[in-house]
C-alpha cells in the first residue's frame, strides 16, 4: 500500500486564529493542478473547497489525494464534461455568483493564475463581496491572516520544494496544454482557410447561376469539400435531387476544369 512519506510538505502545522467568516475556496484545478493544493494543511475545519475540474485536467498527485482523504475540510468535486474553450472559467464564475447569492457574507477565493479572473474579482469588491484570486491556498491564506493577525503570518512555513511526483505531473501537464493550444491554433487556421475558400466559390456561384443566388453558400461549401467532379455531382444530387442538380453541375462546370473525373 503506498505510504506518504516522512518528509511529505503536507504534514500538518496546527495555527490557532479566529477567522470568523467560512472560507469557501473555488479551485480552477485545469490551471493549478496539484500545485494550487500547497497549504491545504493550513486550512481550517470551516473551510469549504469546490474542485472545478475537466474530463482532459483530472489527475491529482498521490500526495494531495492523501491529504484531502485525511482532511475533515468538507470537498465538493465539479466535474466540468461538456463546453469548448474556457468552459471551466464560465462555469466556475457562474457558481460563484450563485454561492454569493445564497451566502454573501462568507469569503470567497478563487485559487487560479488564470487573471481574467481579476475583473471578476474586481466587480465584486465593488459590490463590498469578499472574493479575491490566488495561485495556491499558501498564499490565499497568509493574505487572509496577513489582515486579521499578522503577528502570526511568521508562523506559516514558506513554499517547500514540490516532490518529483508533483514536479513530473506539473511538467506533464504543461505540455500536455502546450500541444492542446498548438492543435487549436491549428485548428483555426484552417477554418479561416475554408471559411475564405467557400466565400470564393460563393461569388463564382453567384456570377454564374445567379438564380441559385440563395444556395450559393452550400453549392460553394460542396464544391470545397469534394475534390472530384463525380463527388461534386453525387452529393449536389443528393443535397437536390437529379433534375436540379444537373442544372447547378452545368452551370458551375468552369470551376471544376482541372479536377479529376472520379
Not at 463581496?129 to 499578522?150: E, F, G, N, Y
Amino acid at each position: 500500500m503506498l505510504q506518504e512519506p516522512e518528509s511529505s510538505q503536507y504534514h500538518r502545522k496546527e495555527i490557532t486564529i479566529e477567522r470568523g467568516t467560512l472560507m469557501k475556496y473555488l479551485i480552477d484545478f485545469e490551471n493549478v493542478a496539484s500545485n494550487g493544493f500547497e497549504g491545504l494543511e493550513l486550512l481550517d475545519d470551516g473551510s469549504e473547497l469546490l474542485i472545478f475540474y475537466s474530463e482532459q485536467h483530472s489527475t491529482i498527485s498521490i500526495t494531495v489525494h492523501q491529504e484531502l482523504e485525511r482532511s475533515r475540510i468538507r470537498k465538493t468535486y465539479m466535474p466540468i464534461k461538456t463546453g469548448g474553450k474556457n468552459a471551466l472559467d464560465f462555469q466556475l464564475v457562474s457558481w460563484l455568483g450563485y454561492e454569493i447569492a445564497k451566502n454573501g457574507g462568507e469569503q470567497f477565493v478563487i485559487v487560479s493564475k488564470d487573471t481574467g479572473f481579476d475583473a471578476v474579482v474586481d466587480f465584486w469588491q465593488k459590490r463590498n463581496v469578499s472574493v479575491s484570486r490566488h495561485p495556491d491556498l499558501r498564499k490565499a491564506v497568509k493574505k487572509t491572516i496577513l489582515k486579521r493577525a499578522p503577528e502570526v503570518v511568521a508562523e506559516i512555513p514558506e513554499e517547500p520544494v514540490l516532490p518529483e511526483e508533483t514536479r513530473e505531473e506539473n511538467k506533464s501537464g504543461k505540455a500536455k496544454k502546450s500541444k492542446l493550444k498548438k492543435k487549436e491554433k491549428r485548428g483555426d487556421k484552417k477554418k479561416s482557410a475554408a471559411a475564405k475558400e467557400n466565400r470564393v466559390f460563393q461569388g463564382d456561384v453567384k456570377s454564374l447561376i445567379p438564380e441559385f443566388s440563395g444556395e450559393a453558400s452550400r453549392i460553394a461549401e460542396t464544391l470545397r469539400v469534394h475534390k472530384t467532379k463525380q463527388a461534386v455531382n453525387n452529393a449536389l444530387v443528393k443535397i437536390y435531387g437529379t433534375e436540379t442538380a444537373g442544372k447547378i453541375y452545368k452551370g458551375i462546370k468552369p470551376l471544376l476544369k482541372g479536377r479529376k473525373g472520379e
